[in-house]
């Protein structure tokens, strides 16, 4: 299945990396402007990484970004537009990746999943990170 985004009315909601994802070398998916780098490394064996660490830079963060891999379970991913309607509904399964960049999310449980989630900080609590919005 590879890697998809999911694009509505001109703007990106999310990029998928499905677990049956191949490529030969370590690949970005992402655009540079992106506030979060989604990809895949990918090295054969005997490779070995020069020991590195990365420049410091200012960088403003205006969006927030969630990313999460699936480990166990099913878990299904729900998107809406911007007037809180679903649009997309997205099933994962291990092994499968997301990074949800636009809109309003939310998850069901279809069965009992662990997933390895990322966002950007740093955290400001959740009275201030997270809004719960009313959907159609």
């Not at 069901?108 to 950007?120: P, T």
Request: charged share 25%.
């Amino acid at each position: 299945m590879g890697f998809e985004p999911v694009d509505f009315n001109g703007k990106r909601y999310a990029e998928i990396i499905w677990a049956d994802t191949e490529v030969d070398k370590t690949v970005f998916f992402s655009g540079p402007e992106s506030s979060m780098q989604f990809g895949i490394l990918s090295h054969s064996a005997g490779f070995t990484e020069t020991p590195h660490c990365h420049h410091t830079a200012l960088r403003e963060i205006r969006d927030l970004q969630q990313m999460f891999v699936v480990q166990r379970g099913v878990v299904a991913v729900l998107l809406y537009d911007d007037n809180g309607r679903l649009f997309k509904e997205i099933i994962l399964r291990k092994g499968d990746s997301i990074l949800l960049i636009h809109g309003v999310h939310s998850i069901r449980v279809i069965e009992d999943m662990k997933c390895i989630s990322v966002k950007q900080g740093p955290f400001l609590g959740a009275d201030k990170d997270k809004i719960n919005v009313e959907v159609i």
